[in-house]
Each structure stands twice: as structure tokens, then as C-alpha cells.
T-cell receptor
Framework: GAGVSQSPRYKVAKRGQDVALRCDPI?????LFWYQQALGQGPEFLTY????????KSGLPSDRFFAERPEGSVSTLKIQRTQQEDSAVYLC?????????????FGPGTRLLVL | GQQLNQSPQSMFIQEGEDVSMNCTSS?????WLWYKQEPGEGPVLLIA?????ELTSNGRLTAQFGITRKDSFLNISASIPSDVGIYFC?????????FGAGTRLTVKP
């Protein structure tokens, strides 16, 4: 398919474990966004890449969260020393150009449960 | 945190009924977007509004961008069971996107 894909779809982690969540954006899309969606809430912005440059990481909740997009395509969101409050769905979205008013296409998300 | 207030939080309607939901903000947005999210999936864009006062339709869906640029509504006419899902309003802010908390729609056949 030509859509945004994310893996794994589900992840169960023990508290304190590190996790890595992968996003494959639509081929050729310049902008990539990560969002966190808590149960019953709308997505909340975490970070934004334009190609390989991380232009905004103001939404990352703590320094345990780290995102990268080294070659300007695939991105990884890493959470170190996971805590129970990190349990959420992590959504990735991409857009063809700079994301501000461009249509963002979302992946299916990774549902993270920290026990 | 969320800057967009959506109402109602949930709706239970009969198939065939019309639906109306809205979104308000204390801040001005230059673009309003409406997304639908189904269980286990990411949000899918339904309608994008770019001008204050703009009224846009997409099939049975109609959305309007308020004149003040601080509100928007979404109407769904003649609802069908596959309309079930959570509807989010969203607005771009600088380099991010702000979402409302969503309106959960249930359609009874």
C-alpha cells in the first residue's frame, strides 16, 4: 500500500524498558509528525521533521522521548525507561510539503501499553 | 493541552437522522480541518476549510468555517451505520496541529 505504515501495531512493555516505534511515511513526503493520543482524547503533537531536520520537538513530554529521521524518510520514536503514563497510541503522519497547512496522512498508530 | 473545544462529546442517533457537531477555540485559526477516526486506525481527513465563512461539502458531510475564525461546525445528513467513529476538529498552529477531544458518534440501525 501507499499509505503511512507503523510498526509494531501493538507493544507491551515492562516499566523501565526502552521501546522503539517505527514510522514509514508516504514515499516522497517531506514532512513527518509524531503525535501521542491518550484514551478518549485527540492526538497531541510531539515532534515534527522536515526531511531529516527535526524542526520542532516542543511536544516531547520528557527527555526520555527521542525521535530521529536520519535519512529523511523512515522515522523512529524511542522512549527510554518507559513509565505507565507513557501508555497511549502513538500516531505518525506525513505530508507532501511543509506540514502547516498541508494535508497530513496518518498511519494506523502503535498502541503502547506499559505495565 | 487541547485548545479546541468540541461538543457534544458523544452522540447516539438513529440511522437516517442528521447530525451536527461543533468546535470552538479561544484562538484564531487560519485553517480548520475535520477528521474521522475509526477504532484501531489513524485519523482520516474529511474536509478542509481555508477561508472564514467558507461552506464546504463532501458527499453527505458539510462543514463551515466561522466568520470569527474561532469556530467551525460539521453536519452529517442522513446518517448511516458506517458513519460511526470519532470526529475530530483540528487546526494548524505554527509547525504543529491542535486537535479537539473528539465527538464520538454512534448510529443505531
Amino acid at each position: 500500500g501507499a499509505g503511512v505504515s507503523q510498526s509494531p501495531r501493538y507493544k507491551v512493555a515492562k516499566r523501565g524498558q526502552d521501546v522503539a516505534l517505527r514510522c514509514d511515511p508516504i514515499s516522497g513526503h517531506v514532512s513527518l509528525f509524531w503525535y501521542q493520543q491518550a484514551l478518549g482524547q485527540g492526538p497531541e503533537f510531539l515532534t515534527y521533521f522536515q526531511n531529516e531536520a527535526q524542526l520542532d520537538k516542543s511536544g516531547l513530554p520528557s527527555d526520555r522521548f527521542f525521535a530521529e529521521r536520519p535519512e529523511g524518510s523512515v522515522s523512529t520514536l524511542k522512549i527510554q525507561r518507559t513509565q505507565q503514563e507513557d501508555s497511549a497510541v502513538y500516531l505518525c503522519a506525513s505530508s507532501l510539503y511543509r506540514g502547516r497547512e498541508e494535508t497530513q496522512y496518518f498511519g494506523p498508530g502503535t498502541r503502547l501499553l506499559v505495565l | 493541552g487541547q485548545q479546541l473545544n468540541q461538543s457534544p462529546q458523544s452522540m447516539f442517533i438513529q440511522e437516517g437522522e442528521d447530525v451536527s457537531m461543533n468546535c470552538t477555540s479561544s484562538s484564531i485559526f487560519n485553517t480548520w480541518l475535520w477528521y474521522k477516526q475509526e477504532p484501531g486506525e489513524g485519523p482520516v481527513l474529511l474536509i478542509a476549510l481555508y477561508k472564514a465563512g467558507e461552506l464546504t461539502s463532501n458527499g453527505r458531510l458539510t462543514a463551515q468555517f466561522g466568520i470569527t475564525r474561532k469556530d467551525s461546525f460539521l453536519n452529517i445528513s442522513a446518517s448511516i451505520p458506517s458513519d460511526v467513529g470519532i470526529y475530530f476538529c483540528a487546526g494548524p498552529r505554527e509547525d504543529d496541529m491542535r486537535f479537539g477531544a473528539g465527538t464520538r458518534l454512534t448510529v443505531k440501525p
